[in-house]
Antibody, heavy 121, light 107 residues
Framework: QVQLVESGGGVVQPGRSLRLSCAAS????????MHWVRQAPGKGLEWVAV????????NYADSVKGRFTISRDNSKNTLYLEMNSLRAEDTAVYYC??????????????WGQGTLVTVSS | DIQMTQSPSSLSASVGDRVTITCRAS??????LAWYQQKPGKVPKLLIY???TLQSGVPSRFSGSGSGTDFTLTISSLQPEDVATYYC?????????FGPGTKVDIK
């Protein structure tokens, strides 16, 4: 069965960096695009970033462009989110999610349980 | 960027009622529209993709329609387990923006 397990969250000071990981299993990781989506406490879902199956294409929300970097290691079945220059407004649960279909531009059919990032001094 | 809106922001209905949620895109997105259900304290779950295709395992009381800029999610007979927040999402191109959500509860 598909499993996505995020890790790397925690409390970090404003301006500092953090790297999130998402370990995937139960499907052919190298065949699917992957996303990061976040949810601030008590708020709605905010799409953050997407990476194509082979890592050649990446896109970001304007709110994180230039500060966050999405990447993947298909040999390790792992997705990453490098977050720099963190701000209080980046505080959220961060979910990784898998494309439902091949070929990109897809809805997401499986989500991890999320990892909480708290940006606070 | 294309903006996504939803209405209403919340609703309260009785068990067995027909419930309709509307999602609107600020520009046409063809049928690149998904609906998700998020129950309190849980992870979002894909209900519908391609505007009207039911995801495997989703009860048939859920249905979606629309194309271009206007979309609807319908629950034909509301059940207690449908209490949740429902989000639409565009995925024709990045950014893959979500709507603000519609909270559904039981009257």
């Amino acid at each position: 069965q598909v499993q996505l397990v995020e890790s790397g969250g925690g409390v970090v000071q404003p301006g500092r960096s953090l790297r999130l990981s998402c370990a995937a299993s139960g499907f052919t990781f190298s065949s699917y695009g992957m996303h990061w989506v976040r949810q601030a406490p008590g708020k709605g879902l905010e799409w953050v970033a997407v990476i194509s199956y082979d890592g050649s294409n990446k896109n970001y929300a304007d709110s994180v462009k230039g500060r966050f970097t999405i990447s993947r290691d298909n040999s390790k079945n792992t997705l990453y989110l490098e977050m720099n220059s963190l701000r209080a407004e980046d505080t959220a649960v961060y979910y990784c999610a898998k494309d439902a279909h091949y070929g990109g531009n897809s809805a997401t059919d499986f989500w991890g349980q999320g990892t909480l990032v708290t940006v606070s001094s | 960027d294309i903006q996504m809106t939803q209405s209403p922001s919340s609703l309260s209905a009785s068990v067995g009622d027909r419930v309709t949620i509307t999602c609107r895109a600020s520009q046409g997105i063809s049928n690149y529209l998904a609906w998700y259900q998020q129950k309190p304290g849980k992870v979002p779950k894909l209900l519908i993709y391609a505007a009207s295709t039911l995801q495997s395992g989703v009860p048939s009381r859920f249905s979606g329609s629309g194309s271009g800029t206007d979309f609807t999610l319908t629950i034909s007979s509301l059940q207690p387990e449908d209490v949740a927040t429902y989000y639409c999402q565009k995925y024709n191109s990045a950014p893959f923006t979500f709507g603000p959500g519609t909270k559904v509860d039981i009257k």
